[in-house]
């Protein structure tokens, strides 16, 4: 009888295990781990029990991590869409000492108001969990936040976003984070200092080259950083070979993939306004970023966008007044404070 009690209590704790451990981690190179249970979360690393083992990962190689409990934790706010609700629940999971609760609520808060365009308070959460946590897995978060805000304006916002990726590459260096965090920011401040064609394509060179065995995301993103400039010099051919390379890549982030249909889009809107066909498949590649990669930058949805417009317009097929029409409303509703915006608001 005693034997049969702890077969069942067994069969219990065991069940139990395996529903806490349901939490998700997305590092940057593609990879899933899954049926995890995520313990912390600091600058250094990110720490997590699979099975009956403990387990860790550098944090420069995580991109994303999803908890169970965070959903219902915060369900009240995220189901009403209230980021000064959840500002202060995630205060309240501070002051409960779950930090990664904490900063993960906080972090989702500023998103939450920088997509209601109130960029003031979404830096000052992402401040304040910066203040409260300087070592968090996320601080790396308040200067990509930043960055993309700041670039987002585009040339308005080039000096702030220089300001934010030097202050980036100086914590991390000064504090001696894991590696990838300084080539993000080399990366970040390559693309706030654009010098001459060469000297800029020779820095995202030497970037991918660097980053590509230990952070692939900034490899990517780099490359396609690198096929802009070569499109823009009118090196097609170069340019076309790696937004194909990424675009048919597995793996790869949301934003390099969003970069690689904008990138091939815009050659094909290059090939002339009385190329029919061009125009139509540009239009695609376009419609692609906002279908397949809605979780991509802010500024690169806005650009997808306003590049649709012209491609709508200048192809002229059935219901391309529509298109134009609900590519302009959703520009101007969702990313109305771009600099993409304005330009389609001036008839540029």
Same mark, same amino acid.
């Given at each position: 009888?005693? !034997? !049969?009690?702890?077969?069942?209590?067994?069969?219990? =704790?065991?069940?139990?295990?395996?529903?806490?451990?349901?939490?998700?981690?997305? %590092?940057?190179?593609?990879?899933?781990?899954?049926?995890?249970?995520?313990?912390?979360?600091?600058?250094?690393?990110?720490?997590?029990?699979?099975?009956?083992? !403990?387990?860790?990962?550098?944090?420069?190689?995580?991109?994303? =991590?999803?908890?169970?409990?965070?959903?219902?934790?915060?369900?009240?706010?995220?189901?009403?869409?209230?980021?000064?609700?959840?500002?202060?629940?995630?205060?309240?999971? %501070?002051?409960?000492?779950?930090?990664?609760?904490?900063?993960?609520?906080?972090?989702?808060?500023?998103?939450?108001?920088?997509?209601?365009?109130?960029?003031?308070?979404?830096?000052?959460?992402?401040?304040?969990?910066?203040? $409260?946590?300087?070592?968090?897995?996320?601080?790396?978060?308040?200067?990509?936040? *930043?960055?993309?805000?700041?670039?987002?304006?585009? $040339?308005?916002?080039?000096?702030?976003?220089?300001?934010?990726?030097?202050?980036?590459?100086?914590?991390?260096?000064?504090?001696?984070?894991?590696?990838?965090?300084?080539?993000?920011?080399?990366?970040?401040?390559?693309?706030?200092?654009?010098?001459?064609?060469?000297?800029?394509?020779?820095?995202?060179?030497?970037?991918?080259?660097?980053? !590509?065995?230990?952070?692939?995301?900034?490899?990517?993103?780099?490359?396609?950083? %690198?096929?802009?400039?070569?499109?823009?010099? *009118?090196?097609?051919?170069?340019?076309?070979?790696?937004?194909?390379?990424?675009?048919?890549?597995?793996?790869?982030?949301?934003?390099?993939?969003?970069?690689?249909?904008?990138?091939?889009?815009?050659?094909?809107?290059?090939?002339? $306004?009385?190329?029919?066909?061009?125009?139509?498949?540009?239009?695609?590649m376009f419609l692609r970023v906002?279908?397949?990669?809605?979780?991509?930058?802010?500024?690169?949805?806005?650009?997808?966008?306003?590049?649709?417009?012209?491609a709508a317009d200048r192809w002229?097929?059935?219901?391309?007044?529509?298109?134009?029409?609900?590519?302009?409303?959703?520009?101007?509703?969702?990313?109305?404070?771009?600099?993409?915006?304005?330009?389609?608001?001036?008839?540029?």
């Open positions: 009888m005693k !034997s !049969s009690i702890l077969a069942v209590l067994s069969v219990g =704790i065991l069940a139990l295990c395996a529903a806490a451990q349901n939490d998700r981690i997305h %590092l940057n190179d593609g990879t899933v781990v899954d049926g995890v249970r995520v313990t912390s979360f600091d600058i250094r690393d990110l720490k997590y029990a699979k099975g009956g083992s !403990s387990q860790s990962v550098s944090s420069d190689k995580v991109a994303k =991590i999803e908890l169970s409990k965070f959903s219902d934790t915060f369900r009240r706010a995220l189901s009403n869409r209230d980021p000064e609700v959840l500002l202060t629940m995630a205060r309240e999971q %501070l002051k409960a000492k779950d930090n990664l609760l904490g900063q993960l609520g906080l972090h989702r808060a500023a998103i939450m108001f920088f997509d209601q365009g109130k960029a003031a308070e979404a830096v000052a959460a992402l401040e304040e969990m910066q203040k $409260a946590l300087p070592e968090a897995g996320l601080v790396p978060e308040v200067y990509r936040q *930043k960055f993309e805000y700041y670039l987002g304006l585009g $040339a308005s916002g080039v000096g702030n976003a220089g300001k934010v990726a030097k202050a980036y590459l100086d914590a991390a260096q000064g504090n001696a984070w894991p590696p990838g965090f300084a080539l993000e920011a080399n990366f970040f401040g390559a693309l706030a200092d654009r010098a001459d064609p060469k000297t800029f394509q020779s820095k995202l060179r030497s970037i991918v080259d660097n980053a !590509s065995g230990t952070n692939p995301a900034i490899a990517n993103r780099a490359n396609v950083q %690198l096929a802009h400039s070569l499109r823009e010099t *009118k090196d097609a051919a170069g340019a076309r070979k790696i937004y194909e390379d990424l675009a048919a890549k597995d793996g790869v982030d949301v934003n390099s993939r969003a970069g690689a249909y904008l990138g091939l889009g815009l050659l094909l809107l290059d090939e002339g $306004a009385a190329n029919k066909e061009a125009n139509r498949a540009a239009l695609m906002r279908l397949e990669t809605r979780d991509a930058w802010s500024n690169l949805q806005a650009e997808a966008l306003y590049n649709a417009i012209q002229k097929g059935g219901e391309y007044q529509f298109i134009m029409a609900r590519c302009r409303g959703v520009l101007f509703n969702e990313f109305g404070r771009t600099e993409w915006a304005q330009r389609a608001k001036a008839g540029r």
